[in-house]
């Protein structure tokens, strides 16, 4: 690869035909950092997480009501006849999209209206994930700054959530708007902070659950029943040492982690918490970072050798401060980013620039990207990196032309894939090697894909013009001839798209 094809297609996220070829590959790629806008017009209309909140608080107050009701002596929650049960009319934000839904239970049969409400939350969710997912989509088809682009869907799956829960489903969208994106380009700490913050984070890793036993909380609990004490829930403490900051075996304990869960407690969201985290409903805007006194655990706790004797949010706060920085963070860190731009087996030189300018700059992320562009490994002409499906589609999209796709045609591209978007069903997200995404099975998926948009684009596409623009200097003797010697345009087309230099980067 040559240093221009390189800044297009390592560094960014593959070359549009009107690309010009960077005369200055390093500059180009700089000069994206103040190009880059966290709110591009492509995502004006992104739902937010505050409006996804409330439909969510408004689901549950429904619920509860709907369950107070089933608890009422006979006869009390009868609606009037032809009309919606008391619990759906209590939500404004669920009635509308009542209208006109198919009753799922038998002819006749009545309704369950507690399961009604869920399926309505889910097809309302599901609804914003497939539309927060085609915008993120054209964001990444529309940009000018396709580098920082990348980043955002780098640290989006360093700090994965996993739309599977229905709480999740609606908010993994604005959790990358909002927790991510404007932070891509600041500190660690900053984005580390607004990411353990975020409502779908919390909810994702049962944080707005967890509730210190000792806590004024968890000691009426323990008072009403015994045998049924609340309980400290360490899924967020617990990846937040071994996949947000220090990694995986760098020096601390199972008895640290548990410390950190007790130091997180009262951390939550309002009106979406369950459990003890009820005590936040009413603390806040829906879907608001809240701190609930009477679930934090008492006590200074000690983790990694330091005792941190704040009290209330500031202790997990002063932990996280702590760990923002931190050098096993710093390598933690490093380590993935050149994985992800350089090579699944990062070399450890690079690792090591990038590590020291994290810890020089206390976590500046501009700085860290310098110098992964400063050093010279990463353009090395060789390719080494295998794109990911998302890689492949949004390169192959930017290739034909395209300036935006349908959020149901991006969805189903990607589940066809194997990497629907915000679904990597565990926190440590996607896997960022080849040997994840390379194999036969996928392969043919992606020539499928590539002969379906082809089809399309292949009439007015000259593929020997394009592929040239697209791998400037850098197209083998090989594809060029296998493109002149297609059956077709949409044919020629299709090889260009599924050429081992589109494969790569």
Same mark, same amino acid.
């Given at each position: 690869?040559?240093?221009?094809?390189?800044?297009?297609?390592?560094?960014?996220?593959?070359?549009?035909?009107?690309?010009?070829?960077?005369?200055?590959?390093? *500059? %180009?790629?700089?000069?994206?950092?103040? +190009? %880059?806008?966290?709110?591009?017009?492509?995502? @004006?209309?992104?739902?937010?997480? *505050?409006?996804?909140?409330?439909?969510?608080?408004?689901?549950?107050?429904?619920?509860?009501?709907?369950?107070?009701?089933?608890?009422?002596?006979?006869?009390?929650?009868?609606?009037?006849?032809?009309?919606?049960?008391?619990?759906?009319?209590?939500?404004?934000?669920?009635?509308? &999209?009542?209208?006109?839904?198919?009753?799922?239970?038998?002819?006749?049969?009545?309704?369950?209206?507690?399961?009604?409400?869920?399926?309505?939350?889910?097809?309302?969710?599901?609804?914003?994930?497939?539309?927060?997912?085609?915008?993120?989509?054209? $964001?990444?088809?529309?940009?000018?700054?396709?580098?920082?682009?990348?980043?955002? #869907?780098?640290? &989006?799956?360093?700090?994965?959530?996993?739309?599977?829960?229905?709480?999740?489903?609606?908010?993994?969208?604005?959790?990358?708007?909002?927790?991510?994106?404007? #932070?891509?380009?600041?500190?660690?700490?900053?984005?580390?902070?607004?990411?353990?913050?975020?409502?779908?984070?919390?909810?994702?890793?049962?944080? $707005?659950?967890?509730?210190?036993?000792?806590?004024?909380?968890?000691?009426? $609990?323990?008072?009403?029943?015994?045998?049924?004490?609340?309980?400290?829930?360490?899924?967020?403490?617990?990846?937040?040492?071994?996949? #947000?900051?220090?990694?995986?075996?760098?020096?601390?304990?199972?008895?640290?982690?548990?410390?950190?869960?007790? @130091?997180?407690?009262?951390?939550?969201?309002?009106?979406?918490?369950?459990?003890?985290?009820?005590?936040?409903?009413?603390?806040?805007?829906?879907?608001?970072?809240?701190?609930?006194?009477?679930? #934090?655990?008492?006590?200074?706790?000690?983790?990694?050798?330091?005792? %941190?004797?704040?009290?209330?949010?500031?202790?997990?706060? &002063?932990?996280?401060?702590?760990?923002?920085?931190?050098?096993?963070?710093?390598? !933690?860190?490093?380590?993935?980013?050149?994985? !992800?731009?350089?090579?699944?087996?990062?070399?450890?030189?690079?690792?090591?620039?990038?590590?020291?300018?994290?810890?020089?700059?206390?976590?500046?992320?501009?700085?860290?990207?310098?110098?992964?562009?400063?050093?010279?490994?990463?353009?090395?002409?060789?390719?080494?990196?295998?794109?990911?499906?998302?890689?492949?589609?949004?390169?192959?999209?930017? $290739?034909?032309?395209?300036?935006?796709?349908?959020?149901?045609?991006?969805?189903?591209?990607?589940?066809?894939?194997?990497?629907?978007?915000?679904?990597?069903?565990?926190?440590?997200?996607?896997?960022?090697?080849?040997?994840?995404?390379?194999?036969?099975?996928?392969?043919?998926?992606?020539?499928?894909?590539?002969?379906?948009?082809?089809?399309?684009?292949?009439?007015?596409?000259?593929?020997?013009?394009?592929?040239?623009?697209?791998?400037?200097?850098?197209?083998?003797?090989?594809? +060029?001839?296998?493109?002149?010697?297609?059956?077709?345009?949409?044919?020629?087309?299709?090889?260009?798209?599924?050429?081992?230099?589109?494969?790569?980067?």
């Amino acid at each position: 690869m040559t240093v221009a094809a390189i800044a297009l297609n390592r560094f960014g996220l593959g070359a549009q035909p009107d690309d010009g070829v960077p005369d200055d590959p390093k *500059a %180009y790629l700089l000069a994206q950092f103040d +190009r %880059y806008d966290p709110r591009p017009p492509a995502l @004006a209309e992104a739902q937010t997480t *505050a409006a996804v909140s409330s439909e969510l608080a408004a689901y549950f107050d429904a619920q509860r009501q709907n369950r107070a009701d089933r608890k009422a002596p006979p006869g009390a929650m009868m609606p009037a006849a032809g009309g919606t049960p008391p619990a759906m009319t209590a939500s404004p934000p669920m009635q509308p &999209a009542m209208t006109g839904q198919k009753p799922s239970a038998p002819t006749g049969a009545p309704l369950d209206p507690v399961m009604e409400a869920r399926r309505l939350a889910q097809r309302q969710n599901r609804q914003v994930y497939i539309d927060s997912a085609g915008l993120r989509a054209n $964001a990444a088809l529309a940009t000018s700054a396709p580098m920082v682009e990348r980043l955002v #869907h780098f640290w &989006a799956n360093h700090f994965a959530v996993s739309a599977d829960k229905l709480e999740v489903i609606g908010l993994a969208g604005p959790f990358e708007f909002e927790a991510i994106r404007p #932070h891509v380009l600041g500190s660690f700490r900053d984005m580390l902070y607004a990411v353990e913050r975020h409502p779908a984070m919390l909810i994702y890793l049962d944080q $707005a659950q967890s509730i210190g036993p000792d806590s004024p909380f968890g000691a009426r $609990a323990a008072q009403r029943n015994p045998k049924r004490r609340p309980g400290l829930n360490e899924n967020l403490a617990r990846e937040i040492m071994e996949l #947000h900051t220090l990694g995986v075996r760098t020096g601390y304990t199972q008895a640290d982690v548990t410390e950190f869960a007790r @130091a997180m407690t009262g951390w939550t969201t309002a009106g979406l918490g369950r459990g003890g985290g009820g005590g936040a409903r009413n603390a806040g805007n829906p879907g608001d970072f809240v701190f609930v006194p009477q679930l #934090h655990e008492p006590g200074v706790r000690t983790i990694m050798g330091k005792s %941190y004797p704040q009290q209330g949010e500031a202790q997990a706060a &002063a932990v996280l401060d702590d760990l923002a920085v931190h050098p096993a963070t710093a390598k !933690h860190v490093a380590t993935k980013l050149v994985r !992800h731009f350089v090579a699944d087996d990062p070399p450890p030189a690079v690792v090591k620039r990038c590590e020291g300018a994290f810890l020089k700059s206390d976590g500046d992320l501009p700085t860290v990207y310098r110098a992964l562009i400063d050093s010279p490994e990463a353009w090395a002409p060789q390719p080494a990196k295998f794109k990911t499906p998302w890689e492949w589609s949004i390169s192959m999209m930017r $290739a034909l032309g395209m300036q935006q796709i349908g959020a149901q045609q991006i969805f189903g591209l990607q589940q066809q894939l194997g990497q629907p978007v915000w679904k990597p069903g565990q926190p440590s997200g996607w896997d960022d090697i080849a040997g994840s995404w390379a194999g036969p099975d996928a392969i043919m998926r992606r020539v499928e894909a590539a002969q379906r948009f082809a089809a399309r684009a292949g009439q007015v596409i000259d593929a020997r013009e394009r592929a040239e623009q697209l791998f400037p200097g850098t197209l083998t003797p090989a594809t +060029r001839q296998a493109i002149a010697r297609a059956e077709s345009p949409q044919q020629a087309v299709a090889l260009m798209l599924v050429a081992p230099e589109f494969m790569r980067r």
